[in-house]
């Protein structure tokens, strides 16, 4: 049976790969995926096929990943963090009922909720909630609703794609809908190039959040109403000290 496997390469620095990613990756033929994400792993991997497409250009990457699979060429299909995440998994399952001649395997990778968590201290302990602020696949109507519901909750949330050249905004409007249910002071973070070359993260206020700008390439955890700033880490208590 040819195979496709679909790896999660975390954040990008190839030691906070996981073990399988990592030795999926040596031992496949054929390595497909976004030119940014290909360009994370070229030199770990340099005797590897490399084939790339651009950004929005998903469904062709997974058809090429396919091709090449079908072809007898052990494949793999990288993604930035975790392939179930914001990843191409799930277009890879869809896309492959049309090749029943290759077997899929999803590897698991880090996303950035946890490796940005990880930059800044402990601000996922209880429960959070992912949103991603890009609606160039989700009605922003619906991302508002989701941001609404989570604040209301008062879940600790993590937000992808917070902001880009076309979406500068983004970010302060989901602020503006968070302060709705939460307090100017709540403590917040973000981080920058996660595992990185220019990795970056400042912890502060929702209300300061609200000013700042940032890029695609942050995180944001804006934390709950018991979410604090121990020592310079942001933390989200779970009670542990009072059972």
Do not use: W
Not at 22 to 44: F, N, P, R, S
Not at 48 to 72: D, H, I, N, V, Y
Not at 121 to 127: N, Y
């Amino acid at each position: 049976m040819n195979k496709l496997y679909v790896v999660g390469i975390g954040p990008g620095n190839y030691e906070q790969m996981t073990i399988e990613a990592a030795q999926v990756l040596k031992d496949c033929d054929v390595i497909v995926g976004y030119t940014v994400y290909v360009d994370l792993v070229k030199e770990h991997f340099s005797d590897k096929e490399f084939l790339t497409t651009p950004m929005t250009k998903e469904t062709e990457r997974c058809e090429l990943a396919f091709e090449q699979a079908s072809s007898g060429k052990t494949t793999a299909m990288i993604c930035s963090g975790d392939a179930g995440v914001y990843g191409m998994s799930g277009l890879i399952l869809e896309i492959g009922q049309r090749y029943p001649n290759v077997e899929v395997s999803i590897v698991g990778g880090v996303t950035a909720a946890l490796s940005g968590a990880c930059v800044l201290g402990a601000p996922l302990i209880h429960d959070f909630a992912v949103i991603s602020l890009s609606d160039l696949l989700t009605p922003m109507e619906k991302i508002e609703k989701r941001l609404e519901c989570a604040a209301q909750a008062d879940f600790v949330i993590c937000l992808y794609n917070p902001s880009s050249k076309k979406r500068h905004d983004y970010l302060k409007r989901a602020c503006d809908i968070v302060l709705k249910h939460a307090d100017s002071n709540t403590v917040c973070g973000y981080v920058k190039n996660i595992g990185r070359e220019g990795e970056a993260s400042v912890i502060l206020t929702l209300g300061e959040l609200r000013e700042c700008e940032v890029d695609m390439f942050t995180t944001v955890f804006i934390g709950n109403s018991q979410t604090k700033e121990v020592g310079g880490k942001m933390v989200t208590p779970r009670g542990y000290k009072n059972v």
